[in-house]
Nanobody
Framework: QVQLVESGGGLVQPGGSLRLSCAAS????????LGWYRQAPGKQRELVAT??????TNLADSVRGRFTISKDNAKNSYLQMNSLKPEDTAVYFC?????????WGQGTQVTVSS
């Protein structure tokens, strides 16, 4: 059973940084895409960043140059968020996709406010 557990969210001032972690277990398929998504109040969930099993990354235009996604050999993923803005405030979810299957974590709140 795949399990994803996010951590690292919290309250940060504009311009600050946070590092989100997604602890993964049960991922035994060789091809997968790890992703981070976010959902702000009243808005649809949106893609933030993805990284493939081969290490290719993709970032949303709104975070490119400020956020970085990475992973380790245990298939945990990380989202380094720098130069945070109030509009980055949202619940952040980690995700893993493979052929025919998709799994989500429970989310972690990120609030950017002075």
């Amino acid at each position: 059973q795949v399990q994803l557990v996010e951590s690292g969210g919290g309250l940060v001032q504009p311009g600050g940084s946070l590092r989100l972690s997604c602890a993964a277990s049960g991922i035994f398929f060789s091809f997968y895409i790890l992703g981070w998504y976010r959902q702000a109040p009243g808005k649809q969930r949106e893609l933030v960043a993805t990284i493939t099993s081969g290490g290719s990354t993709n970032l949303a235009d709104s975070v490119r140059g400020r956020f970085t996604i990475s992973k380790d050999n245990a298939k945990n993923s990380y989202l380094q968020m720098n130069s945070l803005k109030p509009e980055d405030t949202a619940v952040y979810f980690c995700n893993v996709r493979t052929v025919g299957r998709e799994y989500w974590g429970q989310g972690t709140q990120v609030t950017v406010s002075s």
